[in-house]
């Protein structure tokens, strides 16, 4: 799920990239490097590596807050964010629940 600095949240397709879910991550997010923000053992926040404010990046309040939320205080979230289920070492769509819960805490 794409989460865009305006707050607009949306459905991503990572597995058809022909660079592989890291390419296409990079594709998205549209940066050089991705750093992942692991909020839970199935849950992974994806961001700009350089996502720190550099003048070039907006503030991402909406995933500011769903990081916060999983205790991710120290730094807010710049630029365009990923976010992904984890299903071991791979890499997964998140659940409809998981969705749905993560976007209401981006609203409370």
């Not at 720190?52 to 990081?67: D, H, M, S, V, Y």
Request: contains cysteine.
């Amino acid at each position: 799920m794409r989460i865009d600095v305006d707050g607009t949240a949306g459905e991503v397709e990572l597995g058809a990239a022909s660079n592989g879910v890291d390419g296409a991550l990079r594709d998205v997010i549209k940066c050089d490097a991705v750093r992942p923000l692991f909020l839970a053992p199935e849950i992974v926040l994806w961001l700009n590596e350089d996502a720190i404010p550099t003048g070039g990046l907006a503030l991402n309040q909406r995933a500011t807050a769903i990081a916060a939320s999983h205790g991710f205080t120290a730094s807010p979230c710049f630029g365009v964010a990923v976010l992904t289920g984890l299903d071991g070492d791979d890499v997964v769509s998140l659940t409809d629940e998981q969705k749905s819960s993560l976007l209401e805490i981006a609203h409370t």
